[in-house]
């Protein structure tokens, strides 16, 4: 049992450049969010989605856009790379029928801008 | 909306001995969750120990206790006889109750003297 699967672990890019963060899980789980986790700070969270076809903003969504075709997966696309985007972005899932609701985080994707 | 305050930057404890991290929070939900999260060098972000509101008695795992106040709003963990693994940071979360909202507050940074 995977969770859930974040890549690329690790990635520079250039101001301006694109790319895609992918996150897929292996629970079937309805929930998956995607956070940014500056120097010495908590998580803030980027989008999120209740189901395939359905995403919402969360606090920090500028810049950014997400997906959710499947259950599975839920790429986070940045089209225009910018500095103050440099971060650890983490994906996460959790499912509503789990009565504390913890959430799964993948390990994290390390994303430099210069 | 939800807010999460974690006082203290950083914490140290003598290997053995015991540490309280504080947490206090604020949130409009009527039912929700409080949730402490542990993220070591690696990043993983690896659940502690859950919380759900509407329960009185404190959640415990092992080595980890929480002490609930929900008239204050409050929610520390504490942590027993510290191991040199215990070391990481510590970021305590609110959830509101359909779990779609996780808010992180800023983090504790713990280090265990041997």
């Known amino acids: 049992n995977a969770g859930v699967t974040q890549t690329p672990k690790f990635r520079i890019l250039k101001i301006g450049q694109s790319m895609t963060l992918q996150c897929t899980q292996d629970?079937?789980?309805?929930?998956m969010y995607w956070y940014r986790q500056d120097p010495g700070m908590g998580l803030k969270l980027i989008y999120y989605?209740?189901?395939?076809?359905?995403?919402d903003k969360g606090e920090v969504p500028n810049g950014y856009n997400v997906s959710r075709s499947t259950t599975e997966d839920f790429p986070l696309r940045l089209e225009l790379a910018a500095p103050s985007q440099t971060s650890v972005y983490f994906c996460?899932?959790?499912?509503?029928?789990?009565?504390?609701?913890?959430?799964?985080f993948g390990d994290g994707t390390r994303l430099s801008i210069l | 909306a939800q807010t999460v305050t974690q006082s203290q930057p950083e914490m140290s404890v003598q290997e053995a001995e015991t540490v309280t991290l504080s947490c206090t929070y604020d949130?409009?939900?009527?039912?929700?969750?409080l949730f402490w999260y542990k993220q070591p060098p690696s990043r993983q972000m690896i659940l502690v120990i859950r919380?759900?509101?509407?329960?009185?008695q404190n959640a415990t795992e092992n080595r980890f206790s929480v002490n609930f106040q929900k008239a204050a709003k409050s929610f520390s963990l504490k942590i027993s006889d510290s191991q040199l693994g215990d070391a990481a940071m510590y970021f305590c979360?609110?959830?509101?109750?359909?779990?779609?909202?996780?808010?992180f507050g800023g983090g504790t940074r713990l280090m265990v003297k041997p």
């Open positions: 629970m079937n789980h309805n929930y």
């Open positions: 949130t409009s939900e009527s039912d929700y969750y």
């Open positions: 919380q759900e509101a509407y329960k009185q």
């Open positions: 979360a609110c959830a509101n109750n359909a779990g779609n909202m996780l808010t």
């Open positions: 996460a899932s959790s499912s509503p029928s789990l009565g504390l609701k913890p959430q799964h």
């Open positions: 989605s209740v189901g395939a076809g359905i995403t």
